[in-house]
């Protein structure tokens, strides 16, 4: 009986996680003061801007397996991005943000508190993926 019940508990679990709402209002805000830099569930990383970068990111992000946009635009100069696990179906948030001269990138998890440095090799991987499109050095 307790393993039915500790089934049902985690088939609960499961399922709160992946059918829960995002409030785009939570999620989709101005990224702030940023650095390339790693956190505990969160990373972020600074470009700067060049022409069309903005569009090709957001080019590259739509690529990514599990990946939808939440809100925002190319044209709004900010886009929000969720992106799932594979196995369970967390979900992780992505911003990207024009901010003058520089492109801001925050990736974050939400639930749990270690993404096992999830979100840096998705900003990295986005970054790398741009720059080769591009043909640039640095994007």
Not at 74 to 91: A, D, H, N
Not at 113 to 131: A, F, H
């Amino acid at each position: 009986m307790i393993w039915v019940i500790l089934l049902l508990a985690i088939v609960a679990g499961l399922a709160f996680i992946r059918l829960t709402p995002s409030d785009a209002s939570r999620w989709h805000r101005p990224i702030g003061e940023a650095e390339n830099t790693d956190g505990e569930g969160w990373s972020a990383r600074v470009v700067p801007s060049t022409p069309g970068l903005l569009s090709d990111l957001h080019q590259g992000m739509l690529a990514l397996p599990r990946t939808e946009l939440l809100a925002g635009s190319v044209g709004e100069g900010r886009l929000t991005y969720i992106t799932r696990s594979k196995m369970m179906g967390f979900p992780d948030y992505t911003t990207i943000e024009q901010d003058g001269n520089q492109i801001k990138l925050y990736a974050r998890l939400r639930f749990g508190k270690s993404d096992l440095g999830v979100n840096g090799k998705r900003l990295d991987g986005l970054l790398q993926r741009v720059r080769a499109k591009r043909g640039e050095e640095g994007a």
